[in-house]
């Protein structure tokens, strides 16, 4: 028989740390210091016996770390490796986790000179490249396992590991889409505060100018109501006393610098409180005329604008700015904000509107404040030009007309179902299972904030209860109430994942075949679930869950037993 066989170790590293899990028959582990103040070296010897043990804490943190060194590697191609070099990853600090770049170089520069930090937008991690390898070090001693807190008091806790290079594929430097401009500083702070003071949100909301509480913000009206079920207004019933008077003299001053070419009889305005947004939309071809205005006012915003075919285009608005839409930037891209409470923009002080570009070394995170915005249009009175196929907007031919996309030109096409129960399972399959595994990190970096009606339902539930959240998501309903017993489920094994990395107990199950036995559990809640099934959810499961106290309008089901 062969003597045992002793293969060295070095933790963390990718392969190295596999290997001991991969240890042939005969080879048993011992660990050994190296060095005090780095992490802990293992190798792996006959005796079985260990000249240093690693803590509980240790063993968690090592596993950890391990985990998010193969998140990167499957979810995003990134390859760690297992000697020191100048650059690390950053695992959790990362815009798309909310981490802002000053707070990140406040710890990162605490360990050598920081050459270049890059940040991706959207992503939750970051590259970090420090001058020597030796200062790359040491925040990697330092900073793996460094627990930091969000601008929103939430804490997260950092893991490094070494790359070979800190390298981002950015995209080119993109061009405003045609039409579009963006007028700096076109009112006074002076103006601004008149405008904002002229809107009283505090009236009844049954006055003239039809204040609406919507989804995500509160509106009202001036000189046409805009009816949001089919994005028009009634030409004939315009709203008594027209526009603020305090907006005569600056829409006249905007007409003669040039800025708009109509005088606009109808005005919106929104009131946005931070984390809140508007769907990505197109203002309808045939109610208005081409020229559509937007002032912002309170708040900077990003506004997100994209092509049919594909590309997004970040803009930001600062305070005080006007956005002008003309041509194919009214008509064909659509422009909406992403509901969140903090915008990816440029780091550099003197960028103010225009694009958000992919300079992953000047990204940065801007905490969203209450925005206010006044959007003019003015009402077209005759039909829509879109279908006369030599109409021009003033951006030459290529911009001439849209009847592909225009409203008055669409035609209704009736609804297709899928013929058979396989057909709707592959679209299912397709179109929600494999989505939701693709973008599960990124997905949940944008859940964070739960919904108030089920933290009310929760927190009213008696101690104890055991709890089943079907179709969790990346769990931000299982640790709202300590005193309960929570468990959940998902389709996404990703998402899954991301439930057990903060410690809550999940599994992946089909939400139409749930393994928990009926009866067994005191309360049940399903958030933004039904909706994604092909078929018909069966009587059965329904009335296993849906057979206590009703809570309309925030959410799929929600039940107490009896």
Same mark, same amino acid.
Not at 526 to 554: M, Q, R, Y
């Given at each position: 028989?062969?003597?045992?066989?002793?293969?060295?170790?070095?933790?963390?590293?990718?392969?190295?740390?596999?290997?001991?899990? !991969?240890?042939?028959?005969?080879?048993?582990?011992?660990?050994?210091?190296?060095?005090?103040?780095?992490?802990?070296?293992?190798?792996?010897?006959?005796?079985?016996?260990?000249?240093?043990?690693?803590?509980? *804490?240790?063993?968690?943190?090592?596993?950890?770390? =391990?985990?998010?060194?193969?998140?990167?590697?499957?979810?995003?191609?990134?390859?760690?490796?297992?000697?020191?070099?100048?650059?690390? =990853?950053?695992?959790?600090? /990362?815009?798309?986790?909310?981490?802002?770049? @000053?707070?990140?170089?406040?710890?990162?520069?605490?360990? $050598?000179?920081?050459?270049?930090?890059?940040?991706?937008?959207?992503?939750?991690?970051?590259?970090?490249?420090?001058?020597?390898?030796?200062?790359?070090?040491?925040?990697?001693?330092?900073?793996? $396992?460094?627990?930091?807190?969000?601008?929103?008091?939430?804490?997260? =806790?950092?893991?490094?590991?070494?790359?070979?290079?800190?390298?981002?594929?950015?995209?080119?430097?993109?061009?405003?889409?045609?039409?579009?401009?963006?007028?700096?500083?076109?009112?006074?702070?002076?103006?601004?505060?008149?405008?904002?003071?002229?809107? @009283?949100?505090?009236?009844?909301?049954?006055?003239?100018?039809?204040?609406?509480?919507?989804?995500?913000?509160?509106?009202?009206?001036?000189?046409?109501?805009?009816?949001?079920?089919?994005?028009?207004?009634?030409?004939?019933?315009?709203?008594?006393?027209?526009?603020?008077?305090?907006?005569?003299?600056?829409?006249?001053?905007?007409?003669? !610098?040039?800025?708009?070419?109509?005088?606009?009889?109808?005005?919106?305005? @929104?009131?946005?409180?931070?984390?809140?947004?508007?769907?990505?939309?197109?203002?309808?071809?045939?109610?208005?005329?081409?020229?559509?205005?937007?002032?912002?006012? $309170?708040?900077?915003?990003?506004?997100?604008?994209?092509?049919?075919?594909?590309?997004?285009?970040?803009?930001?608005?600062?305070?005080?700015?006007?956005?002008?839409?003309?041509?194919?930037?009214?008509?064909?891209?659509?422009?909406?904000? *992403?509901?969140?409470?903090?915008?990816?923009?440029?780091?550099?002080? /003197?960028?103010?509107?225009?694009?958000?570009?992919?300079?992953?070394?000047?990204?940065?995170?801007?905490?969203?404040?209450?925005?206010?915005?006044?959007?003019?249009?003015?009402?077209?009175?005759?039909?829509?030009?879109?279908?006369?196929?030599?109409?021009?907007?003033?951006?030459?031919?290529?911009?001439?007309?849209?009847?592909?996309?225009?409203?008055?030109?669409?035609?209704? *096409?009736? *609804?297709?179902?899928?013929?058979?129960?396989?057909?709707?399972?592959?679209?299912?399959? !397709?179109?929600?299972?494999?989505?939701?595994?693709?973008?599960?990190?990124?997905?949940?970096?944008?859940?964070?904030?739960?919904?108030?009606?089920?933290? !009310?339902?929760?927190?009213?539930?008696?101690?104890?209860?055991?709890?089943?959240?079907?179709?969790?998501?990346?769990?931000?309903?299982?640790?709202?109430?300590?005193?309960?017993?929570?468990?959940?489920?998902?389709?996404?094994?990703?998402?899954?994942?991301?439930?057990?990395?903060?410690?809550?107990?999940?599994?992946?199950?089909?939400?139409?075949?749930?393994?928990?036995?009926?009866?067994?559990?005191?309360?049940?809640?399903?958030?933004?679930?039904?909706?994604?099934?092909?078929?018909?959810?069966?009587?059965?499961?329904?009335?296993?869950?849906?057979?206590?106290?009703?809570?309309?309008?925030?959410?799929?089901?929600?039940?107490?037993?009896?």
């Amino acid at each position: 028989m062969a003597a045992p066989r002793r293969v060295d170790v070095l933790v963390p590293s990718a392969a190295s740390w596999d290997r001991v899990g !991969e240890a042939a028959e005969g080879e048993s582990t011992r660990v050994v210091r190296t060095q005090p103040e780095s992490r802990r070296s293992i190798a792996m010897d006959s005796n079985h016996q260990s000249n240093y043990k690693l803590s509980k *804490t240790e063993k968690k943190f090592l596993r950890k770390q =391990i985990k998010a060194r193969h998140t990167l590697l499957r979810h995003e191609g990134i390859e760690t490796v297992s000697y020191a070099t100048q650059s690390l =990853i950053v695992a959790n600090g /990362g815009l798309g986790n909310r981490v802002s770049r @000053n707070q990140l170089l406040q710890v990162l520069e605490k360990c $050598g000179l920081v050459d270049a930090l890059l940040m991706p937008p959207n992503k939750p991690y970051s590259f970090v490249r420090y001058k020597t390898v030796e200062e790359s070090k040491k925040a990697y001693d330092t900073l793996n $396992g460094k627990e930091i807190v969000d601008d929103l008091g939430q804490k997260i =806790i950092l893991y490094l590991n070494f790359v070979e290079k800190a390298q981002w594929k950015e995209l080119g430097l993109q061009a405003l889409p045609p039409g579009l401009m963006v007028i700096e500083e076109i009112i006074s702070s002076e103006d601004e505060k008149m405008l904002l003071e002229s809107v @009283n949100w505090t009236e009844d909301t049954d006055n003239q100018n039809f204040q609406k509480s919507l989804k995500h913000r509160t509106v009202k009206h001036f000189g046409y109501e805009f009816h949001y079920e089919n994005n028009h207004v009634d030409k004939d019933k315009p709203l008594p006393g027209g526009l603020p008077d305090i907006c005569d003299s600056i829409l006249e001053k905007w007409l003669k !610098e040039g800025f708009i070419k109509h005088k606009p009889d109808q005005l919106t305005v @929104n009131q946005y409180e931070p984390g809140h947004g508007i769907p990505a939309h197109v203002d309808t071809h045939s109610a208005f005329e081409d020229e559509i205005v937007s002032l912002s006012l $309170g708040a900077e915003i990003v506004m997100d604008f994209k092509h049919p075919g594909g590309v997004t285009v970040p803009i930001m608005l600062p305070c005080r700015s006007l956005l002008v839409m003309t041509g194919e930037s009214r008509y064909l891209w659509t422009h909406g904000i *992403t509901p969140r409470k903090f915008d990816t923009v440029q780091a550099s002080r /003197g960028h103010k509107s225009g694009i958000i570009t992919g300079d992953v070394e000047d990204l940065t995170l801007s905490k969203r404040g209450i925005r206010t915005s006044f959007t003019f249009r003015k009402v077209r009175q005759t039909p829509c030009n879109c279908k006369l196929p030599g109409f021009s907007f003033g951006f030459g031919p290529a911009f001439a007309c849209y009847p592909l996309v225009c409203d008055s030109q669409m035609k209704e *096409t009736p *609804t297709s179902f899928p013929e058979s129960d396989k057909e709707a399972s592959q679209l299912e399959q !397709e179109y929600v299972h494999q989505v939701y595994e693709e973008i599960a990190r990124h997905f949940s970096s944008t859940r964070h904030t739960p919904w108030p009606h089920i933290v !009310e339902f929760l927190k009213a539930l008696p101690s104890g209860s055991l709890v089943a959240d079907i179709g969790c998501g990346n769990g931000k309903y299982l640790g709202i109430n300590k005193e309960l017993y929570m468990i959940g489920c998902d389709h996404s094994q990703n998402l899954v994942d991301i439930c057990r990395e903060k410690h809550y107990q999940a599994f992946v199950c089909d939400a139409l075949a749930v393994p928990i036995r009926s009866g067994s559990c005191d309360a049940c809640i399903s958030i933004a679930v039904i909706h994604h099934f092909a078929t018909a959810f069966t009587p059965v499961f329904k009335e296993s869950l849906w057979n206590g106290d009703e809570l309309h309008g925030s959410c799929d089901y929600l039940s107490r037993g009896a």
